[in-house]
């Protein structure tokens, strides 16, 4: 693990190296040899995968943002009034601007000592770190770049005696299938001590499919291009030929799972080689390979997650429309 001062306040910590797993060739491999193809989400987030998710955020079909967003706003200061937070650990940072608001209620109350945003893209990490140095002088500011269903580990310690909050925002619990949610949920508890730390989570909500669909398939075409970027981020990572343009994007509510799910279609018979991990791959006409699942949430699925990975449910905030929530846990035991 190594560190790199930016000055003494802001830091970051960047333990991958060239020994370490290669997450989006282990993660292509593993996906697309699978009955059904799929690829891990996180792999949208290139620089212009950035991009193209924060035009997604202010179209009027995508509602979860700006929803968490004023949640933050209504009940930040409520919220840091009940964890008397003084760290913050963000998981998928990304560019922090929802997370601003909940950073500048703990500075306002007294409380913020420490912000750690964790997120799988260097550039990222330290961009935010250094615009929340410049914004928080009071608070000492440590970036971490990793995979979060891999290297939790190397978040430091809590400051003895001072609140930590962690938090998963924009819905991205809702990324993993059941059994994987759940994992998560524990390797994320397991950061949290009883009596003094909690969970802040992020979920979306189950509503009307009509509502739901839009989200995901903007009259824009914003979200296909994003959806098809994947491909890009494969192209240029391991020297693939996909044929970017030749796949559809698709998105759908699946009602007996509650949760969406984007697919990219193949509009013609391919034959795709990817040498850097040695794999040739045939798509037929019409086959689908899915990029995202998003879980919907009622609060009795949340309340069974939580619990499943020793987690009790304390407070829960909405929006004013009912569309997207915000929850706070603690350990049980």
Known sequence: MSGEQTNQRVSVICPLNN?????????VLDGLTRPFKEL????????????LFDQICELPEYYPTRAERSIIKQDGASIVKLTQMAELV?????????TMLLLDHAAAAGTLRSYLPFDVTEALVRSCAERCGERFEEAR?????GDFERHLD?????????????????GTIGNFVPGSRRQLLRAIAALLRPGIDHLLLGTDLVKDPAVLEAAYNDSAGVTAQFNRNVLNVINRGLG???EVESFEHVAFYDQGREWIEMRL?????????????????DFASGEELR???SAKFTQRRLTDDLAAAGLGLEQVWTDSDGRFALSLSSPTG
Do not use: C, W
């Open 40 to 51: 891990a989400p996180k792999h949208f987030y290139d620089e212009l995968g950035g991009q």
């Open 265 to 281: 279609r193949a509009s013609r018979a391919m034959h795709v080689k990817i040498p850097a991990i040695s794999l040739q791959v």
């Open 90 to 98: 963000e998981l998928g940072s990304g560019t922090a601007a929802k």
């Open 141 to 145: 500011i440590t970036g971490v770049v």
């Open 240 to 242: 693939a030929d996909f």
């Open 291 to 293: 990029t995202e699942i």
């Open 154 to 170: 190397y978040i430091p310690p809590p400051i003895a005696g001072a609140p930590r909050v962690v938090a998963l925002l924009g």
């Open 19 to 27: 020994s370490d797993e290669r997450t989006l060739g282990n993660d």
